[in-house]
C-alpha cells in the first residue's frame, strides 16, 4: 500500500504559469479547533487531510503528529498543493516547528480515491473540508464566482475535461433544468434553464449571472437574501467535479482504511453534502463499522460567523471506527 505517494505534488509548479505568491489569501480554516479536537490527534499517527487546500488544517494536525508522524494531504488544485507546500515545509514565513515535524506527502488527486490509494487499517484519521475554497473564489479566471469576470471553467482541477462553459452550452434545456434543480435545490430551474438556452452562447460569469438575473428576480425577502445566481453557480461546479459521486466515495472507503479507533471528520457546507455525510455515518453505525461522535452537526459560533462569513453554513460530523 502507499503506491503513488511522492514527496512533491504531482503538477506542483504547473498551475497555467500563475506565481504562488499572489494565491495566498489570508486563508482562515473553518471550525479549527472542533476539527482537531475531534481528530484526536496522536502523536506518531498517519492521517490524512483529503482536502488540504491552503493547509490551514494540515498544519494544526502537523504540530501534534511531531517527527515519527506522516501527514497525507489531497487535493484536486494544482495551485492550492503549492499553496500547501510552502506552508507546511516552511517557506510561507510560517516555519514548521524545528525538527520535530512529521514526514509531509502531498498528493494531486480526488479524496475518492483513496479506498485505491490505501491499504486497510492504514490511517489514524481522516479528515474532509468538502467545497470550494477561498483560493478557487478570489481567482477570477478559476471562473467559479459571479462577482467577477471570468471564463465560465469551475475546474477544481484544471486538467479534467468538463468545464461549466460546456454544461451551460451543449446540454439540453431539460438536462440542464435538472442539474440546476438536484445540485443546487433551485425551485426556478426551469425557468433559469430556459433563459440560458436562449442566450447561448455564454462565456462569462459575469454574462452567466446576468441571464440567471433577469430569469428569477427575487419575488420575496428570502429570495432577496442571496444572489439570484448563487444556487446555479453551486449546481454546476458540484455537476462539474462530480463532488458529490467524490464524496460518497471518500466515505465508503473511511470504514476501511481507518485504523481501530480511527477517526473520519468532514465538514461541509451545504444540505446536499451533509445529507450524505449523516446518511453514511449512520448507515456505517447500523452496520457497526462506525460509531457515531457527533448526533447532531456542530456549528461555528456566532464569534468564528462573525470573523468568517463562510462558517456560517459549515457543519462537522464525525465518527470513529470500531
Given at each position: 500500500m502507499g503506491e503513488g505517494l511522492t514527496d512533491t505534488p504531482q503538477g506542483v509548479g504547473h498551475g497555467g504559469g500563475r506565481e504562488v505568491s499572489h494565491l495566498s489569501p489570508n486563508h482562515v480554516p473553518v471550525l479549527l479547533k472542533e476539527a482537531i479536537d475531534f481528530l484526536n490527534v496522536r502523536r506518531g499517527g498517519t492521517y490524512i487531510d483529503a482536502t488540504v487546500g491552503l493547509g490551514g488544517h494540515s498544519y494544526e494536525i502537523a504540530k501534534?503528529?511531531?517527527?515519527?508522524?506522516?501527514?497525507?494531504?489531497?487535493?484536486k488544485d494544482p495551485a492550492a498543493l503549492e499553496v500547501a507546500k510552502a506552508k507546511l515545509e516552511g517557506s510561507a514565513g510560517v516555519p514548521p516547528a524545528s525538527a520535530d515535524w512529521p514526514k509531509v506527502t502531498l498528493m494531486q488527486c480526488s479524496f475518492a480515491e483513496v479506498g485505491e490509494r490505501f491499504g486497510k487499517n492504514f490511517a489514524d484519521g481522516l479528515l474532509a473540508d468538502i467545497g470550494v475554497s477561498t483560493l478557487q473564489l478570489n481567482d477570477a479566471a478559476r471562473g467559479f464566482s459571479f462577482q467577477?469576470?471570468?471564463?465560465?471553467?469551475?475546474?477544481m482541477d484544471p486538467q479534467s475535461e468538463r468545464t461549466a462553459e460546456q454544461v451551460?452550452?451543449?446540454l439540453d434545456e431539460r438536462e440542464l433544468a435538472d442539474v440546476i434543480y438536484e445540485f443546487g435545490e433551485?425551485?426556478?430551474?426551469?425557468?433559469?434553464?430556459?433563459?440560458?438556452?436562449r442566450s447561448r452562447p455564454i462565456r462569462s460569469t459575469v454574462h452567466l449571472a446576468d441571464v440567471i438575473s433577469a430569469a428569477a428576480r427575487p419575488m420575496n425577502s428570502e429570495q432577496r437574501r442571496i444572489h439570484p445566481a448563487t444556487r446555479t453557480f453551486q449546481a454546476l461546479r458540484i455537476f462539474v467535479n462530480r463532488e458529490l459521486d467524490d464524496l460518497r466515495a471518500l466515505l465508503e472507503a473511511a470504514p476501511r482504511i481507518l485504523k481501530p479507533e480511527g477517526?473520519?471528520?468532514?465538514?461541509?457546507?451545504?444540505?446536499?453534502?451533509d445529507r450524505i455525510v449523516k446518511d453514511a455515518f449512520r448507515e456505517a453505525a447500523?452496520?457497526?463499522?462506525m460509531k457515531l461522535l457527533t448526533k447532531k452537526p456542530l456549528m461555528a459560533t456566532e464569534e468564528e460567523s462573525g470573523r468568517n462569513p463562510r462558517a456560517r453554513s459549515a457543519k462537522l460530523r464525525a465518527a470513529e471506527k470500531v
Open positions: 501534534r503528529l511531531g517527527a515519527p508522524g506522516h501527514l497525507i494531504g489531497l487535493d467577477a469576470e471570468g471564463p465560465l471553467d469551475m475546474r451551460v452550452n451543449h433551485e425551485r426556478r430551474s426551469r425557468r433559469i434553464a430556459r433563459a440560458i438556452v477517526r473520519v471528520v468532514v465538514i461541509s457546507f451545504h444540505s446536499l453534502e447500523k452496520q457497526g463499522s
